[in-house]
């Protein structure tokens, strides 16, 4: 189920410096931009009728599942797969993790068994196909970087 | 009301950053992992630009935890022997992949636990210092092999040439006899 509309949460700091939290909510819209514009003008609106001051906020906007399946017998939420890259100058390496990996991307053989991902595992494979690279950005909103370094087990 | 901070925020170190090697335990690499992730998150760093530095660095100790650079020198190993193998024995090394973790190089044939001390290819240093010593040895012995049929010997011959000249008389020059007698006794024979 998607939620119909976004949250706007916001924090407010009066003159003894303590916070307060406000929250609204403005209609869903695909374009973000606009939301943006909707809730900084709510916001304008409570700062004519509030003496604390607007220090942030967040807009969340939630979807939830319809019925989701029961998770697989070895689903663990302890576990998680960080894919690591490059950036193509090799001056910076992210990664991404992935929770409760399947067994089956993990090599099988050797002393990184259960440790280290096979590159040449169909879920690795597939994973890399969707070119994730090209559609994400690192936390600072750089281009993600391009080059799979190697994928490994983290508990 | 006093808060306790157990964060302190650091600044990330500014390249270049030294390396060194080091041992570590496989089976721990996933602790090793979490813990470096944890000191990944943002708040243990001063700023952003901080922040992100620090990432990189620690994503990139765990690559190392997952890429050690002990495969590295091993594979640089097997390059040399590879070099070594096709040189004196003319092994002929063939390759698939393109040296991707989604692809990576596949070398055959598997370096062998024990060399073969028999095997090697007639394009090779092992096979041209074999044939040599078969030239040298029939030259010397006059015993003939698989290479060289010739029975006669190099001594042999030697004796004959200083034989004939004496015994015949054609040559009565002491120069040239004394210089044959030379070059006998330089090599030897």
């Not at chain 2, 092992?126 to 001594?155: A, E, F, K, W």
Request: proline letters at 7%; hydrophobic letters at 45%.
């Amino acid at each position: 189920m998607q939620s119909p509309t976004v949250a706007i949460e916001s924090y407010w700091r009066d003159v003894e410096n303590r916070d307060a939290q406000l929250t609204l909510h403005v209609p869903f819209s695909h374009d973000l931009a606009a939301v943006r514009s909707a809730a900084l003008a709510a916001l304008d609106v409570v700062k004519g009728i509030s003496d604390a001051v607007l220090v942030g906020y967040k807009l969340i906007w939630r979807a939830t599942i319809d019925d989701p399946p029961e998770p697989s017998l070895g689903a663990d939420l302890t576990q998680f797969l960080g894919l690591f890259y490059r950036s193509d100058d090799e001056t910076t390496t992210e990664a991404i993790w992935i929770p409760a990996p399947v067994g089956a991307v993990f090599e099988d053989e050797g002393v990184y068994t259960g440790i280290r991902a096979l590159a040449t595992s169909p879920p690795i494979v597939a994973f890399l196909a969707a070119s994730v690279q090209d559609i994400l950005s690192t936390p600072e909103g750089e281009a993600f970087p391009q080059t799979y370094v190697v994928g490994g087990l983290r508990l | 009301m006093t808060r306790l901070n157990l964060v302190r925020k650091n600044f990330a170190p500014l390249p270049p950053l030294d390396c060194e090697m080091c041992d570590f335990d496989v089976q721990m690499v996933p602790f090793y992992l979490g813990a470096l992730w944890l000191r990944a998150q943002k708040y243990w760093w001063v700023d952003q630009e901080n922040a992100a530095r620090a990432r990189s660095y620690l994503n990139e100790q765990m690559v190392r935890f997952l890429m050690p650079c002990g495969a590295d020198i091993v594979a640089a190993t097997d390059r040399v022997y590879r070099l070594l193998d096709s040189t004196l024995n003319g092994r002929f090394w063939d390759w698939t992949g393109s040296g991707t973790p989604e692809d990576p190089y596949v070398i055959t044939p598997e370096i062998p636990i024990v060399p073969d001390p028999e095997y090697y290819e007639y394009n090779s240093m092992h096979n041209d210092l074999n044939s040599l010593m078969l030239y040298v040895r029939n030259l010397v012995t006059g015993s003939p092999n698989v290479l060289v049929s010739d029975t006669r010997n190099i001594r042999q011959q030697f004796d004959d040439i200083l034989a004939a000249i004496e015994a015949g008389g054609t040559f009565d020059d002491d120069e040239i006899i004394s210089k044959l007698e030379a070059i006998i006794l330089a090599l030897g024979v």
